[in-house]
């Protein structure tokens, strides 16, 4: 079973954390299921950029992201190659090292 690996993050996961997730699900209901709780202001629905994550190991072993989720990525504060939605992002058989960015664009926290 593959790992996602948090790393750290002041406000969503301090110490990090590294913990195993089936295959075909998301990076966002994994990161739930284990107390991450990571933004999704749009309730997982690719229409907003909230849950914006950088892969910074494991990308390639994503599938490719679809153009609703390209065009949403190009409105994320700190977009990078290796971006993706994690609500989108679906977990392969490959360990993720996951990073999430220090600031997103919402303008309000849906306290989620």
């Known amino acids: 079973m593959p790992q996602l690996i948090f790393l750290p993050h002041a406000e969503h996961c301090p110490e990090g954390a590294v913990f195993e997730v089936e295959s075909g699900e998301t990076v966002l209901n994994a990161a739930l299921a284990h107390g991450i709780d990571i933004e999704h202001a749009c309730e997982k629905s690719c229409a907003c950029t909230t849950?914006?994550?950088?892969?910074?190991e494991g990308f390639n072993?994503?599938?490719?992201?679809?153009?609703?989720?390209?065009?949403?990525?190009?409105?994320?504060?700190?977009?990078?190659?290796?971006?993706?939605?994690?609500?989108?992002?679906?977990?392969?058989?490959?360990?993720?090292?996951?990073?999430?960015?220090?600031?997103?664009?919402?303008?309000?926290?849906?306290?989620?």
């Open 51 to 56: 849950c914006h994550v950088v892969i910074r």
């Open 61 to 112: 072993s994503l599938e490719p992201s679809d153009e609703l989720e390209d065009d949403m990525l190009d409105k994320a504060w700190g977009l990078e190659p290796n971006s993706r939605l994690s609500c989108q992002a679906v977990v392969a058989d490959q360990d993720l090292v996951v990073e999430i960015p220090k600031y997103t664009i919402n303008q309000v926290s849906e306290g989620h």
